[in-house]
């Protein structure tokens, strides 16, 4: 019997989410979450291109929490509403219905997330005997599982780091590619990323984890911000990006330990093309990847590459295809080591 599901969100990521819910031969659709008033009352595969469904958006969270479905998929944007993101789905992990989260990046390593965001998800978790993962790709599946992964043919580990390289030129959030990350700023100018402590909040879990299966206590952290321009406009999918201002974006998150990294998060993020910096750049004919470096005795890496278009379906089919180990999985709140290894179950016909 499939497990019935109620998705929420139908933003860039959203709806690719909400597309492979329908395509998983081992999930229905049952209800479906929207916070759009135009998008309320209507068939939801019109909103993700696919064909009806049967199924009516609302935004009535009661409707759907007396559905007692079997998961709710919550793609909810949370930066800046991180507690909202929390509230909302308390009443569904009370009610026994399990959570997948793309938003509450504090729970990528549970043991560490801040006990005013752990409890209350635990607490509900013992009432409903339900279960609650966060996954996606960065933080999520690429800066964790693949990392986690990458450990076994390792010998001496010296520092793990994880990557994330390429082209981010068709983003429409403008508001976090210019706040948060710096896109557009003059030169010296320090984003939300770095003064509002972004980068750690979002970032932290991930290096928490690797340390963990490492077995290395933390001892400090230490971080690294700088942009690059180029000598002319261009046009991005959040507007304009002048002539001098960034373009490009570095950073690292460094987890420390005996004075050295022992866990690095890396980025380098652009939004235009043609830069002349000796930056790192995804390996082949890929526009974007994530890349996990072994550094030790011997040193090796390993690189998932996108081709265009698909960056935000491997985005967010973690989340999908997490959804039966969530639901096998015992109840409480999940790392990446409490759920079963899972996968696509979407197969091309064949006979």
Avoid at 162 to 185: D, P
Avoid at 317 to 336: D, F, K, Q
Wanted: proline residues 7%; glycine residues 12%.
């Amino acid at each position: 019997m499939a497990l019935r599901v109620v998705h929420c969100g139908t933003g860039n990521m959203g709806k690719v989410g909400l597309r492979g819910v329908l395509r998983h031969p081992d999930l229905e659709l049952v209800g479906h979450y929207v916070w759009s008033p135009e998008k309320v009352g209507l068939d939801s595969g019109s909103l993700c291109g696919q064909g009806p469904t049967g199924v009516v958006t609302t935004n009535n969270w009661e409707d759907l929490l007396a559905l007692n479905a079997d998961c709710l998929t919550y793609f909810g944007d949370s930066i800046g509403r991180e507690e909202q993101s929390i509230r909302e789905v308390i009443p569904f992990l009370e009610a026994g219905t399990n959570v997948i989260s793309f938003s509450a990046f504090a729970l990528a390593h549970p043991s560490t997330a801040p006990a005013e965001v752990r409890e209350p998800i635990e607490a509900a978790c013992r009432k409903g005997g339900s279960s609650m993962f966060f996954t996606g790709i960065d933080p999520g599946w690429a800066t964790t599982d693949l990392a986690i992964a990458a450990l076994a043919p390792a010998d001496r580990v010296d520092c793990v780091r994880v990557l994330e390289l390429g082209w981010w030129g068709e983003y429409t959030a403008e508001f976090v590619c210019r706040e948060y990350f710096g896109f557009g700023k003059e030169p010296g100018h320090q984003p939300i990323l770095i003064t509002g402590g972004f980068l750690k909040k979002m970032w932290e879990p991930t290096l928490q984890q690797i340390a963990e299966v490492l077995q290395v206590e933390i001892e400090d952290w230490e971080s690294v911000y700088e942009t690059d321009c180029l000598d002319h406009d261009i046009e991005t999918g959040f507007g304009t990006v002048k002539a001098g201002t960034a373009s490009v974006v570095r950073f690292e998150l460094r987890a420390m330990a005996g004075g050295k990294p022992i866990a690095i998060c890396e980025h380098v993020d652009a939004v235009g093309r043609g830069h002349k910096n000796d930056w790192k750049k995804p390996f082949g004919p890929y526009e974007l990847s994530h890349r996990v470096e072994i550094e030790g005795d011997p040193s090796f890496s390993v690189e998932i590459g996108y081709p265009p278009g698909a960056g935000g379906p491997c985005t967010v089919m973690p989340v999908v295809n997490s959804i039966p180990a969530v639901c096998a999985a015992r109840p409480g709140l999940l790392g990446p080591l409490d759920v079963p290894r899972y996968w696509t179950r979407n197969v091309r016909p064949i006979g």
